[in-house]
């Protein structure tokens, strides 16, 4: 078992800034993919950046790119994920994930945390 939980959500003016920050449990975390999605009200969950195990690839949502980053670092058994710029439509309940395998398909994602909640106000 892998146990996920996120921290740093809030509410933040649009143009801000939040670090997000997933904290991992259990087994051999840093062996695991890493993910973060987000949903919003009356919404589907939608993939937001992922990253491989070791930290060399990383992938990104259109809508993000360029605004977010994601890292890891895994003597600490946690994934980040800076968000710049932020925007009224970037307001969701963000939630990280740990799967085998780099995906932006919340179903390869076998573990996930209970989310936290980020406002972006205009």
């Known amino acids: 078992q892998v146990q996920l939980v996120e921290s740093g959500g809030g509410s933040v003016q649009a143009g801000g800034s939040l670090r997000l920050s997933c904290a991992a449990s259990?087994?051999?975390?840093?062996?695991?993919?890493m993910g973060w999605f987000r949903q919003a009200p009356g919404k589907e969950r939608e993939f937001v950046a992922a990253?491989?195990?070791?930290?060399?690839?990383?992938y990104y949502a259109d809508s993000v790119k360029g605004r977010f980053t994601i890292s890891r670092t895994n003597a600490k058994n946690t994934v980040y994920l800076q968000m710049n710029s932020l925007k009224p439509e970037d307001t969701a309940v963000y939630y990280c994930?740990?799967?085998?395998?780099?995906?932006?398909?919340?179903?390869?994602?076998?573990?996930w945390g209970q989310g936290t909640q980020v406002t972006v106000s205009s």
């Open positions: 994930a740990a799967g085998r395998v780099t995906s932006m398909i919340q179903y390869e994602y076998a573990y």
């Open positions: 259990g087994r051999t975390v840093s062996r695991y993919a």
């Open positions: 990253i491989s195990w070791s930290g060399s690839s990383t």
